[in-house]
């Protein structure tokens, strides 16, 4: 199933985590926390980063082919062993329970036994994965609070006491996450403005994975990380089954025109719209939704930034006569009809798409749910058409 066997990886596959007990817990595999390095976050592809080389002579029997992703890597050793590459530079061997630690591997390699389990999730967008895989449970420790989580399911683990709130990335409680017996912390990459968080992480004896699905520049890329997670938790079927839904929504519009113009985007508190840059994912799901983003031809925004804010002249100017407008309420929940739209600024009225009645607003919990690429991809396509049946993601305003 989408494996290449007796091959090193070509194009990416995996990376991911977990085990490394603290010294409260009762399960102890050999640990190499103390060598885990400060890892750097890096854009670089696979040929750059991907190092199947234990340091023991093991050679690769399998390497996970992946279709988008390419800022992880994956590949099988004789026994189920599994080395996860990361486009930052880090390494995880994800050793099968009942099985010894190999001997002789390299400082670098971080030693995860499974089953996974006992995690601090701080990287949020990462949530709806486990809930796809049914593995929720795997999960002890939020980096959000309750009302932070716009996913139904998290929120009742937390009302159930099953997950609770541990400190947000760059303040966890450290007591706290002892107590619970957390043997895995898994970041976004945030965590690398708080390098002394890390540290303080794995002196505690907790391996530290730094999810680099935002760095990936395809909407599937980023969904396709629920592979990564299936090989962590032994739910690889399920992880295949679930992003290759994601993939046939997404193959049913297949950038078919539909000849609109379309504006995503939110006024900031100061009145200002705030717009996503030009390439982004966002603009991608839109293009690839038959849509053209509006905002195509402005510079490009400072490097790393997801959005640009630009002043109403300026906003006014591109998106008066764009076909559609889609308000992006998971930043501004403020606007629930047409009338708390044109509130913000009277010069709404002009627009095309405000007189036509082509205005959309997302849901609150998108930028929550990463594996929901082709689902989004999909409502964009109707949404661009005037069809306003069937969606997840999109409400037309009135």
């Given at each position: 199933?989408?494996v290449?066997r007796?091959?090193?990886i ?14 409260t ?21 696979v040929?750059?980063f991907h ?9 690769v ?19 189920g ?11 995880y061997?994800v050793?099968?329970e009942?099985?010894p630690?190999?001997q ?12 996974v389990?006992?995690i ?12 796809a ?20 399911s ?10 609770v ?20 912390a ?6 690398n ?12 004896g907790?391996?530290?994975?730094t999810?680099l ?9 980023r ?6 997670y299936?090989?962590?938790?032994g ?6 089954e ?17 000849g ?6 939110y ?8 717009v ?5 994912y ?28 630009l002043?109403m002249?300026t906003?006014?100017a591109t ?36 007189q036509?009645?082509?205005v959309?607003?997302?849901d ?14 999909s ?19 009135a």
């Amino acid at each position: 199933m989408g494996v290449k066997r007796h091959s090193f990886i070509t194009v990416g596959a995996c990376a991911l985590v977990l085990a490394l007990a603290l010294t409260t817990c009762v399960r102890a595999p050999a640990q190499k926390t103390d060598a885990q390095p400060q890892a750097q976050v890096h854009t670089t592809l696979v040929g750059s980063f991907h190092n199947a080389d234990l340091g023991n002579g093991w050679g690769v029997t399998e390497s996970l082919e992946l279709s988008y992703a390419r800022r992880f890597t994956v590949d099988s050793y004789e026994g189920g062993y599994r080395l996860l590459c990361l486009a930052d530079g880090s390494r995880y061997l994800v050793v099968p329970e009942g099985m010894p630690v190999p001997q002789g591997i390299a400082n670098d390699i971080v030693v995860l036994q499974q089953p996974v389990g006992d995690i601090y999730l701080a990287a949020s967008d990462t949530m709806c994965l486990f809930g796809a895989l049914g593995a929720l449970d795997a999960i002890t420790v939020s980096g959000l609070e309750r009302d932070d989580w716009s996913i139904a399911s998290a929120r009742q683990a937390m009302d159930e006491g099953a997950i609770v709130y541990g400190g947000k990335y760059r303040a966890p409680d450290y007591e706290l996450l002892i107590s619970r017996g957390v043997r895995l912390a898994v970041e976004n990459t945030m965590i690398n403005h708080t390098p002394e968080v890390r540290e303080k992480l794995i002196e505690l004896g907790i391996p530290v994975l730094t999810e680099l699905s935002s760095y990936e520049e395809e909407p599937l890329a980023r969904a396709e990380w629920i592979k990564l997670y299936g090989v962590l938790l032994g739910k690889e079927a399920e992880a295949a089954e679930a992003f290759q839904r994601q993939v046939d929504q997404a193959s049913e519009v297949a950038e078919e025109p539909t000849g609109k113009t379309v504006v995503f985007f939110y006024f900031n508190s100061n009145g200002a719209a705030v717009v996503r840059r030009p390439g982004d994912y966002v603009t991608k799901m839109i293009a690839q939704a038959g849509g053209t983003y509006a905002f195509d031809t402005l510079e490009a925004a400072q490097a790393g930034s997801s959005s640009m804010t630009l002043q109403m002249e300026t906003f006014y100017a591109t998106a008066k006569d764009a076909d559609v407008i889609i308000y992006n309420t998971s930043i501004d929940n403020g606007v629930t009809s047409l009338d708390d739209l044109l509130a913000k600024n009277e010069l709404m009225n002009d627009f095309k798409a405000v007189q036509t009645g082509d205005v959309w607003v997302t849901d609150q919990d998108m930028y929550q749910q990463m594996l929901e690429a082709g689902t989004i991809i999909s409502d964009m396509h109707h949404a661009f058409l005037g069809q306003d049946e069937g969606l997840t993601f999109l409400r037309r305003l009135a």
